[in-house]
């Protein structure tokens, strides 16, 4: 788990034209990234080999939204996710993220994927007013896993107003 470190509330961009890309094994824990992770993120391939890929998670980023990517990339399936990630120095960036399984012969599990790519502005307003809403409830709760729960119900009664799920929310920002 990532250690809490001081957050800088200055946001790092990288050109649309540019993919971020990580590799883990079943475990989350990291294989492979490119030059681009390693440039905006701030870390070195040393630092971040073998380390658990929330090394770059963000406190401010709803657990519930991490459960609900863990559990669709687990049954098998890809997922397109906002995320707010750290860099090693405190600052934040945002980034598309497309999340799939890798798939050994037996067609078991054996690692994940993920691309990343930089968000629109729009997109990072309305994913952001979410997640701060989910935030909110779930830091209502001493137990992290009562505040993940809660939140998840949150977002459950968020998407079901607007007569769609996770998956439609992000596709349709």
């Known amino acids: 788990m ?3 470190k001081h957050l800088t509330g200055v946001e ?3 050109p649309s034209s540019e993919i971020i890309v990580s590799k883990t094994d079943a475990k989350g824990r990291i294989t492979y990234v490119n030059d681009i992770f390693l440039t905006v993120s701030g870390y070195t391939e040393e630092e971040v080999m073998g380390q658990p890929h929330n090394i770059i ?3 401010e980023m709803p657990r519930c939204v991490f459960k609900l990517l863990w559990d669709t ?8 996710a906002y995320v707010n990630n750290r860099a090693k120095d405190g600052d934040y960036y945002w ?3 497309h999340i799939t399984p890798n798939f050994g012969p037996g067609r078991e599990i054996i690692g994940y994927h993920s691309n990343r790519r930089a968000p629109t502005r729009e997109a990072i ?4 007013a979410l997640y701060t809403r989910l935030l909110q409830e ?3 709760y001493a137990d992290r896993k009562e505040g993940m729960a809660a939140g998840a119900a949150v977002l459950t009664s968020i998407l079901a107003q607007q007569g769609s799920d996770y998956a439609e929310f992000v596709l349709n920002l």
Do not use: D, N, S, Y
């Open 2 to 4: 990532a250690e809490e």
């Open 12 to 14: 790092r961009t990288f």
């Open 125 to 128: 307003g309305k994913a952001g």
């Open 138 to 140: 779930e830091r209502k």
């Open 95 to 97: 980034v598309l993220a």
């Open 73 to 80: 990339v687990q049954t098998g399936k890809e997922i397109f």
């Open 57 to 59: 998670r963000h406190p």
